[in-house]
């Protein structure tokens, strides 16, 4: 019965108050993720990337500046896209670098522009999937044509070929579905504390403070995998990192 009361933390970062509520259970996970945030930011500079202060984009932000979640595929046009459009921002710690994107706080008054930013991203990336999508058929279509011709041994090969040749492109139709999901949505923001249970089920939650130093020497916080997940082969070229 515990774990289901709740409680409100709080807890100062640059300078910022910041209150969440939580469960009995989580509460002293996100003390110390907020902990050890506030101290890095303080003494690494680890969030430098921002254009402002976390401190500043909370002053000059008409509201609670909220969490939009950047796709690692725009960090380096991201820096180029805020300064063109002036965006007021500021990068945070990323709690799970496996998920494919990077978080960020923005200023609520520039949020709309940063929505239209990923929306075009995420259609640019539909269209250039589906020729890929075209690409795979294609290749597939030519390869059962060269069955009818084929030796037995041949046909094995083909259809080895061709059994890889579909499971890149089941790989490449679910990124398809991803990002029209992302692209359906007319709101890309989360509150500071969705942002910190981004951290869930990786490394940071057992070890926040030991996670969040390390990054400042290249480390990473990233999901609790299962050997299962790790060795799962990726057949896409267009996946593969």
């Not at 609670?64 to 950047?70: K, L």
Request: hydrophobic share 35%; charged share 30%.
């Amino acid at each position: 019965m515990a774990d289901e009361i709740s409680t409100v933390i709080k807890a100062e970062m640059d300078g910022v108050t910041i209150a969440i509520k939580a469960s009995v259970k989580a509460a002293q996970y996100i003390a110390q993720l907020i902990k050890a945030l506030s101290e890095h930011m303080h003494e690494s500079k680890l969030m430098h990337g921002g254009s402002l202060s976390f401190k500043n984009l909370n002053e000059i932000s008409e509201t609670s500046p909220p969490v939009m979640m950047i796709p690692d595929e725009l960090k380096d046009d991201w820096k180029k896209f805020c300064k063109k459009s002036g965006i007021r921002y500021h990068v945070l710690a990323d709690l799970n670098a496996a998920d494919g994107k990077f978080p960020v706080c923005v200023a609520s008054q520039d949020v709309p522009k940063v929505e239209a930013y990923l929306k075009d991203f995420y259609q640019k990336n539909i269209s250039e999937a589906e020729k890929v999508m075209k690409d795979y058929d294609t290749k597939i279509n030519e390869l059962q044509e060269g069955l009818l011709s084929a030796s037995p041994e041949e046909k094995r090969e083909i259809n080895l070929k061709i059994e890889h040749l579909k499971q890149a492109k089941d790989e490449v139709k679910r990124i398809i579905e991803q990002d029209a999901e992302e692209l359906s949505k007319n709101d890309h923001t989360m509150s500071f504390q969705d942002y910190l249970t981004t951290g869930k089920q990786t490394t940071v939650e057992k070890d926040p403070r030991g996670v969040v130093n390390d990054m400042s020497k290249g480390g990473q916080s990233v999901p609790v995998f299962e050997a299962k997940d790790i060795f799962e082969p990726i057949r896409s070229e267009t996946l593969v990192p």
